[in-house]
Nanobody, 128 residues
Framework: VQLQASGGGSVHAGESLKLSCSDSEGTYSTYAKGWFRQALGKEREFVGA????????YYGDSVKGRFAITRDNAENMVYLQMNNLKPEDTAVYYC??????????????????????WGSGTLVTVSS
């Protein structure tokens, strides 16, 4: 698996977690990347994304102001800092890559459909 999310766990509402996404072979180091999540029985939901340069970010409305995405291209890592977690944030979180539109250093995906390649997810459970 070239993209692997990790760092999930069980927390209480109001707490924080930081997820990591490893691009183990550096295959996607110059592509825009993002996160989406899928709760049990629900559709995939766009969380946010970051341009390949790191200069552009975009977030879904439900997480705006609470979550932040960063990346370290030297280490082939992308991170999702999640603060003030809520029970409705409970889901399996996946990191994905936009392999089609990532030419510009500022281009940032803004939908789940843009993230055409993804790997294994990590479960986040938030209790009230």
């Amino acid at each position: 698996v070239q993209l692997q999310a990790s760092g999930g766990g069980s927390v209480h509402a109001g707490e924080s977690l930081k997820l990591s996404c490893s691009d183990s072979e550096g295959t996607y180091s110059t592509y825009a990347k993002g996160w989406f999540r899928q709760a049990l029985g629900k559709e995939r939901e766009f969380v946010g994304a970051i341009s390949w340069s790191g200069r552009g970010t975009y977030y879904g409305d439900s997480v705006k102001g609470r979550f932040a995405i960063t990346r370290d291209n030297a280490e082939n890592m992308v991170y999702l800092q999640m603060n003030n977690l809520k029970p409705e944030d409970t889901a399996v979180y996946y990191c994905g890559v936009d392999t089609i539109n990532s030419g510009s250093g500022y281009y940032t995906p803004d939908s789940v459909e843009d993230l055409d390649t993804w790997g294994s997810g990590t479960l986040v459970t938030v209790s009230s």
